[in-house]
């Protein structure tokens, strides 16, 4: 169930920032780091790519996560501790998944930088 709505809400942010993404280096929204704010040029690569790769690990994610749901339903009435184990590797995912935005957006940043 976490990561169901968790998905859900990540893929509408990222699609509403992939169509309006910030235009100038802040620290209050958009994808920041270190080198995504060391100039004009990867805050704008930053922003772009960030939120494509968002949309889609998230969509996809919450495709898989409705299924998830199901058997969240079936181990609720079955054992609190199975539920509870769900749910840790329901928050696992999530943060293996905003792992990957992270790396992949700073990997794209590297490659911009050396090329």
Not at 88 to 94: E, G, H, K, S, Y
């Amino acid at each position: 169930m976490i990561l169901c709505l968790s998905s859900l809400m990540l893929f509408l942010i990222a699609r509403m920032m992939e169509h309006s993404p910030e235009k100038e280096i802040n620290h209050w929204m958009g994808y920041r780091s270190r080198q995504s704010m060391a100039s004009q040029k990867n805050w704008d690569i930053a922003q772009i790519y960030s939120m494509k790769i968002m949309k889609n690990l998230f969509y996809r994610s919450f495709l898989i996560s409705i299924i998830l749901i199901g058997i969240d339903i079936f181990l609720i009435n079955r054992s609190e501790n199975q539920f509870l184990i769900s749910i840790t590797v329901q928050t696992a995912v999530l943060m293996y998944l905003l792992y990957l935005v992270f790396k992949k957006t700073e990997d794209r940043l590297k490659e911009k930088r050396d090329s």
